[in-house]
DNA sequence: AACAATTTTTCGATTGATCTAAATTGCGAA
DNA sequence: TTCGCAATTTAGATCAATCGAAAAATTGTT
């Protein structure tokens, strides 16, 4: 057994920012700058410093000033935590209470807060442990390992190519509800048609008889997995 | 439609005194007084003045310095939802995620604060409009009306009487575990043996043979329905 | 390398929620 | 009726979280 600290009691606040940390860094793996935070959570920068300051005494982050924030091993674990429970809450949301994809984030945000290991656990069974989110996005188990999967974006597949629907780069509420309209929903097989060169718009043949033109706003914020 | 005050976004806090005072007045009808809600929330008296006088700015509350505190029409509505939302998170937990009746209130207390209109009502959906919460408490239904019941205390009940176990008054764990330990579940009919004054005792048959002496603090606090 | 632009931090202040200690009010008993 | 005690409020302080403005550090450009 590691040297549990209790999972010691943050502010939702406190959560808040190391989700944030955890989301920015995620990417790049490079330290996340103070402004960087601040966009994300909507803060002025001066805020940020501040709290960075008392997540670094607390040993949650690895925090040098002028030189970005990194999560330490605490932090990330209570981060990869937070997005576990997030993920979870927005299957139930979703699967168990009907809500539409495009309505889960705000709800779920808040829920990840609660406190409380058997709840998640218990949480994660009834669900039957699902390993990816309403949005295709993986749900990290309860040591922060997430499930791997062979995705590529829309817009990598070639002419011919054909591929499922797994996943959403981009969450926001309005892309959903066009995917919904054009039922390019999770699961969805398609077939490249054609590619456009001249603005980066596909072709794309849905099910059966269905053919529809997509930005490249669109091929680049969908995540495809290909069939062979 | 009524001037719908947009449910005006209170702290967690502002809502755990909202409740406090309900809880307290609920009972006797009565202004519910300073120290009287500084023990329900085991804070500092001054600590509930300042809060007092908050609620009292917001017309959540009517209270004149030195005289107590009733709740407004506005501020029972959000204590009766806020109670609404407890009892059905409750029932959520040991229904689906088969948690014990003593293990749940501490994290319905938490997911009681999760600000979301149409969550609470498709939760409700989805448990099946339930009108009881796990301890046999009413659940309000959205316009705050609770579920009439014939119940009286157990002590209440002559020899020869029969009745079911429909509730608790005493919700502490320790209580629970007990009555889970007797077989003394939701739904269990009952006869009443013997009653024994000098101790307020009684000797009750369960079920077709088992037999227990309940003391005078347990059937105090077990409600039943009488069987006819 | 020097300087301008940008980023980040510091400073001083505010708000909400809390506390202890001191002052005030209300009420019951003598 | 008044005196004393308990309840309540006020006063003054703290802590977390936030802000705008000013100062400091870093970065990039020439």
Redesign the pocket.
Known sequence: MSTQTSISQL????E??LKAIYKITEQSDRPA????I?DH??????????????LADKKLIH??????VMLSAQGMKIAKHLVRKHRLWEVFLVEKLGFGWDKVHDIAEQLEHIQSPELVERLNEFLGHPRFDPHGDPIPDAEGRFAERQQVLLCKLAEGERGVIVGVAEHAPSFLQFLDKLKLVLGTQLTVLERFEFDDSMRIQIHAHNEVLLSSKVTHNLFVQRII
Do not use: C, P
């Not at 700058?33 to 960087?36: K, W």
């Not at 803060?43 to 410093?49: E, F, M, Q, Y």
């Open positions: 502010s939702i606040a406190e808040n920012y700058a103070t402004t960087a601040a959570m909507q803060t002025a920068a001066a805020s940020v410093t501040d709290m960075l300051k008392r925090y040098e000033r002028y030189k970005g």
